[in-house]
Nanobody, 122 residues
Framework: QAQLLESGGGSVQAGGSLRLSCVASRRTFTSYYMAWFRQAPGKERKVVAIITTTGDYIYYADSVKDRFTISRDNAKNTVYLQMNSLKPEDTAVYYC???????????????WGQGTQVTVSS
Protein backbone atom coordinates (compact mmCIF):
# COMPACT_ATOMS: atom_id res chain seq x y z
CA GLN A 1 0.00 0.00 0.00
CA ALA A 2 1.37 3.37 -1.01
CA GLN A 3 1.86 6.07 1.58
CA LEU A 4 1.99 9.70 0.61
CA LEU A 5 3.59 12.42 2.68
CA GLU A 6 3.12 16.09 1.83
CA SER A 7 5.29 18.97 2.92
CA GLY A 8 5.87 22.60 2.03
CA GLY A 9 2.70 24.22 3.26
CA GLY A 10 2.70 27.38 5.32
CA SER A 11 1.59 30.98 5.52
CA VAL A 12 2.40 33.54 2.86
CA GLN A 13 1.19 36.95 1.78
CA ALA A 14 -0.79 37.43 -1.40
CA GLY A 15 1.47 37.41 -4.42
CA GLY A 16 3.93 35.06 -2.78
CA SER A 17 4.98 31.54 -3.70
CA LEU A 18 5.13 28.11 -2.10
CA ARG A 19 6.22 24.72 -3.36
CA LEU A 20 4.47 21.62 -2.09
CA SER A 21 6.11 18.21 -2.25
CA CYS A 22 4.57 14.77 -1.94
CA VAL A 23 6.79 11.75 -1.46
CA ALA A 24 5.43 8.28 -2.10
CA SER A 25 6.77 5.35 -0.15
CA ARG A 26 6.03 2.79 -2.81
CA ARG A 27 8.22 1.99 -5.78
CA THR A 28 5.18 1.55 -8.02
CA PHE A 29 4.63 5.30 -7.71
CA THR A 30 5.60 5.57 -11.35
CA SER A 31 2.53 3.60 -12.40
CA TYR A 32 0.06 6.01 -10.78
CA TYR A 33 -1.50 9.20 -11.98
CA MET A 34 -0.85 11.87 -9.38
CA ALA A 35 -3.05 14.77 -8.42
CA TRP A 36 -3.27 17.66 -6.03
CA PHE A 37 -6.62 18.50 -4.45
CA ARG A 38 -7.54 21.22 -2.00
CA GLN A 39 -10.28 21.77 0.50
CA ALA A 40 -11.16 25.16 1.92
CA PRO A 41 -13.10 25.44 5.20
CA GLY A 42 -16.74 24.61 4.70
CA LYS A 43 -16.25 23.64 1.09
CA GLU A 44 -15.90 20.38 -0.79
CA ARG A 45 -12.56 19.02 -1.89
CA LYS A 46 -11.69 20.00 -5.44
CA VAL A 47 -8.99 19.05 -7.89
CA VAL A 48 -6.16 21.51 -8.49
CA ALA A 49 -3.92 19.64 -10.95
CA ILE A 50 -3.32 16.17 -12.34
CA ILE A 51 -0.27 14.67 -14.02
CA THR A 52 0.12 11.46 -16.00
CA THR A 53 2.68 8.79 -15.13
CA THR A 54 5.26 10.23 -17.50
CA GLY A 55 4.24 13.85 -17.17
CA ASP A 56 3.26 14.10 -20.81
CA TYR A 57 -0.23 15.37 -20.04
CA ILE A 58 -1.30 17.75 -17.34
CA TYR A 59 -4.64 19.18 -16.26
CA TYR A 60 -5.17 22.35 -14.25
CA ALA A 61 -8.30 23.73 -12.70
CA ASP A 62 -9.19 27.05 -14.29
CA SER A 63 -8.69 28.84 -10.99
CA VAL A 64 -4.96 27.98 -10.90
CA LYS A 65 -3.97 27.99 -14.58
CA ASP A 66 -0.88 30.07 -15.34
CA ARG A 67 -0.08 30.32 -11.61
CA PHE A 68 0.48 26.72 -10.45
CA THR A 69 2.73 24.07 -11.96
CA ILE A 70 2.55 20.35 -11.22
CA SER A 71 5.56 18.16 -11.92
CA ARG A 72 6.93 14.80 -10.87
CA ASP A 73 10.31 13.18 -10.43
CA ASN A 74 9.82 9.45 -10.75
CA ALA A 75 13.38 8.74 -9.67
CA LYS A 76 12.56 10.36 -6.33
CA ASN A 77 8.96 9.11 -6.09
CA THR A 78 7.94 12.73 -5.66
CA VAL A 79 5.31 15.02 -7.11
CA TYR A 80 5.48 18.79 -6.73
CA LEU A 81 3.10 21.71 -6.88
CA GLN A 82 4.76 25.06 -7.50
CA MET A 83 2.33 27.80 -6.53
CA ASN A 84 3.02 31.36 -7.65
CA SER A 85 1.02 34.58 -7.42
CA LEU A 86 -0.93 33.16 -4.51
CA LYS A 87 -4.28 34.67 -3.62
CA PRO A 88 -6.28 34.57 -0.38
CA GLU A 89 -8.79 32.30 -2.12
CA ASP A 90 -6.02 29.69 -2.49
CA THR A 91 -6.16 29.17 1.28
CA ALA A 92 -6.98 25.51 1.90
CA VAL A 93 -5.65 22.18 3.00
CA TYR A 94 -3.81 20.67 0.04
CA TYR A 95 -3.76 16.92 -0.50
CA CYS A 96 -1.81 14.79 -2.91
CA UNK A 97 -3.42 11.67 -4.28
CA UNK A 98 -2.41 8.66 -6.35
CA UNK A 99 -4.67 6.59 -8.51
CA UNK A 100 -5.17 4.53 -11.62
CA UNK A 101 -7.54 7.00 -13.27
CA UNK A 102 -6.83 10.41 -14.77
CA UNK A 103 -9.81 12.03 -13.12
CA UNK A 104 -10.91 15.21 -11.40
CA UNK A 105 -13.15 13.19 -9.09
CA UNK A 106 -11.58 12.48 -5.73
CA UNK A 107 -13.25 9.10 -5.30
CA UNK A 108 -11.18 7.82 -8.24
CA UNK A 109 -7.98 8.09 -6.24
CA UNK A 110 -6.82 5.17 -4.11
CA UNK A 111 -4.16 6.76 -1.93
CA TRP A 112 -4.09 10.07 -0.10
CA GLY A 113 -1.67 12.11 1.91
CA GLN A 114 -2.57 13.64 5.24
CA GLY A 115 -2.79 17.15 3.84
CA THR A 116 -0.79 20.32 4.32
CA GLN A 117 -2.21 23.73 5.20
CA VAL A 118 -1.66 26.69 2.90
CA THR A 119 -2.76 30.08 4.19
CA VAL A 120 -2.58 33.19 2.04
CA SER A 121 -3.15 36.55 3.70
CA SER A 122 -4.15 39.73 1.94
Amino acid sequence: QAQLLESGGGSVQAGGSLRLSCVASRRTFTSYYMAWFRQAPGKERKVVAIITTTGDYIYYADSVKDRFTISRDNAKNTVYLQMNSLKPEDTAVYYCAAGSWFSSEDHRYEYWGQGTQVTVSS
